[in-house]
């Protein structure tokens, strides 16, 4: 079946740049998702990637994806102390019943340090 | 325009006790889906529907069950919680997931947060 791996944690000072990557196991997954959690909230999408896309670049963010190796970075320039929060990678795959669905990754805690 | 709204925001309930968590979307969109998240685990797929009166299982149905009697409207029921179901629960829609063409967002509602002693 589907599986997303990421790290749990990573800290950066504020302004310099942060890359959380994610590891994916479906080769057919055709749209791949960055979403954002803030505390107590729910999730928020990011941005996102189409598979026959290299690299997707959007402000402050870039999306890395190197389908040979199932590998996805995003990465945030100028990170913020708002940019503090749970960023989930996440692929999209087939259900049995129809349609697709999302499988995301553990969650990895950014925490921006002054 | 709300988006998707999750009624309770939080719930304390005993071993055995049932409960219905409501989410609705005023979004006219056609899938509306249950997760869970747990501590280290992400996001798992409990249950979604792909349109009104249709329900179908994801990864980890087991202890509940779900009802869409309206577009709007995707109900998820508790029917003797156990502890293993606490969790901070989330409700989702999308317009459709259904074609290759489009990325098709999902929109989060803002999670209940369940207690199970």
């Known amino acids: 079946g589907e599986d997303v791996e990421q790290s749990l944690f990573l800290s950066v000072r504020e302004g310099d740049s942060s890359v959380i990557n994610c590891t994916y196991t479906?080769?057919?997954?055709?749209?791949l998702y960055w979403y954002k959690q803030e505390p107590g909230a729910g999730l928020q999408l990011l941005t996102y990637?189409?598979?026959?896309?290299d690299m997707k670049q959007d402000q402050r963010l870039t999306v890395l994806l190197n389908k040979k190796d199932k590998h996805l970075s995003l990465r945030i320039a100028d990170t913020q102390t708002g940019d503090s929060a749970i960023y989930f990678c996440?692929?999209?795959?087939?259900?049995?019943?129809?349609?697709?669905?999302?499988?995301f990754g553990t969650g990895t805690q950014l925490k921006v340090e002054l | 325009n709300a988006g998707v709204t999750q009624t309770p925001k939080f719930r304390v309930l005993k071993t055995g006790q049932s409960m219905t968590l409501l989410c609705a979307q005023d979004?006219?969109?056609?899938?509306m889906y249950w997760y869970r998240q747990d501590p280290g685990m992400g996001l798992r797929l409990i249950h979604y529907?792909?349109?009104?009166?249709?329900?179908a299982k994801g990864e980890v149905p087991d202890g509940y069950n779900v009802s869409r009697l309206k577009k709007q409207n995707f109900l998820l029921g508790l029917e003797s919680a156990a502890p293993s179901q606490t969790s901070v629960y989330f409700c989702?829609?999308?317009?459709?997931?259904?074609?290759?063409?489009?990325?098709?967002?999902?929109?989060f509602g803002p999670g209940t947060r369940l207690t199970v002693t």
């Open positions: 989702a829609s999308s317009w459709q997931l259904g074609s290759g063409s489009t990325m098709d967002e999902q929109y």
């Open positions: 479906d080769s057919s997954s055709t749209y």
């Open positions: 990637i189409f598979s026959n896309m």
């Open positions: 996440a692929e999209r795959s087939g259900l049995t019943g129809g349609g697709n669905k999302l499988t």
């Open positions: 979004m006219n969109h056609e899938y």
């Open positions: 529907s792909v349109g009104e009166g249709t329900t």
